[in-house]
């Protein structure tokens, strides 16, 4: 499967963005996604998960939890992150990645993953 994120770009705090993942060559709606991402010299972190259409759940870390929501598309084969209230400790590159496992359920260990997406949240 090959993931496509797009979206990032540089935002004011306070401000909103929408990530998307989008999918070729297969169904995403069969996996849980995730997107987790990496700030300049951190290690990468695990920020939501969305569970197979067989579960649907979603998952948040802390410091993400209401102000983060996941989204599936399933007519565009592609899953979204909405991005509200965001902070300059968001910033970070954003990555999603699948476990391409049919009918998983958060969380789950990623083994494939799209180029990431820069998100630089700054006055």
């Known amino acids: 499967v090959q993931l496509q994120a797009s979206g990032g770009g540089l935002v004011q705090p306070g401000g909103s963005l929408r990530l998307a993942c989008a999918a070729s060559?297969?169904?995403?709606?069969?996996?849980?996604i995730g997107w987790l991402r990496q700030a300049p010299g951190k290690e990468r972190e695990g920020v939501s998960c969305?569970?197979?259409?067989?579960?649907?759940?979603?998952y948040y870390t802390d410091s993400v939890k209401g102000r983060f929501t996941m989204s599936r598309d399933n007519s565009k084969n592609t899953v979204y992150l909405q991005m509200n209230s965001l902070k300059p400790e968001d910033t970070a590159v954003y990555y999603c990645a699948t476990d391409r496992v049919y009918g998983s359920s958060c969380p789950i260990t990623y083994h494939y993953w799209g180029q990431g997406t820069l998100v630089t949240v700054s006055s």
């Open positions: 969305i569970s197979s259409n067989n579960d649907g759940s979603t």
């Open positions: 060559g297969e169904t995403l709606n069969y996996y849980s």
